[in-house]
């Protein structure tokens, strides 16, 4: 029978930790790896409505529903993502669009179509029609946040300390584009995003990385 001495093994548990140590040292150095999955679909368009449609007449943005939380950011990110992907579509931004109504005394009715939404469905004729006048838009897109889910799991662990954690986030959203002037849906498409993240800081995936991703795979299915 072999003995190993006291001093051979805490050789061996030194190397072993520094190696370790070495490892994560190396991974927190290079960042975080990130990887995400997505689906996209266009659900629904009205026949004639074209890219050049957008082109032309303009679109506003309004604010999201589903999340009081995340509602600016839904909005805003989906406003840098069609900047990015379709900077040939003239809009009038989500923070502009919120100043335009609340000078043109619209901010109840505004308030009123967004939460009769949330329970219909429709945005109603009359109130798409002074709206869409006052920000001199023919769309308005209403964005909706369907699901957000965080999850963390532990990937490397050493006597109970967790060193690498798998970080991930998934969204869904919806959109619907509104003809301002005859109060019909035009187009409609979804959008899930799901982020994944290795890292050994113990920081979560931001939600706007995440709503960008999604809105960026969803304006590529707009006409």
């Not at 109840?108 to 009359?126: F, Q, V």
């Amino acid at each position: 029978m072999t003995f190993v001495s006291i001093a051979a093994l805490r050789g061996r548990m030194k190397r072993i930790l520094t190696g370790i140590v070495l490892c994560i040292g190396l991974a927190a150095c290079a960042g975080p790896l990130s990887q995400f999955h997505f689906n996209a679909f266009e659900l629904g368009r009205t026949p004639g409505f074209t890219h050049q449609n957008l082109e032309d007449l303009k679109i506003g943005i309004l604010s999201a529903t589903g999340g009081n939380a995340y509602r600016r950011v839904l909005s805003d990110s989906f406003s840098k993502a069609l900047l990015q992907i379709h900077p040939e579509i003239p809009q009038v931004p989500p923070q502009e669009a919120l100043s335009l109504l609340n000078r043109a005394d619209l901010a109840d009715e505004y308030t009123n179509m967004l939460r009769d939404y949330e329970t219909s469905g429709i945005l109603r004729k009359e109130s798409l029609n002074r709206i869409g006048e006052t920000l001199g838009v023919r769309y308005l897109i209403q964005l909706s946040l369907l699901q957000y889910t965080q999850d963390t799991s532990t990937r490397v662990s050493v006597f109970g300390v967790r060193f690498l954690e798998t970080r991930s986030s998934t969204l869904r959203v919806f959109a619907q584009i509104w003809d301002a002037a005859s109060g019909g849906i035009v187009w409609e498409g979804s959008s899930s995003v799901t982020v994944a993240g290795e890292d050994v800081r113990e920081k979560p995936i931001p939600f706007e990385e995440v709503a960008t991703r999604a809105w960026q795979e969803l304006i590529k299915q707009l006409p």
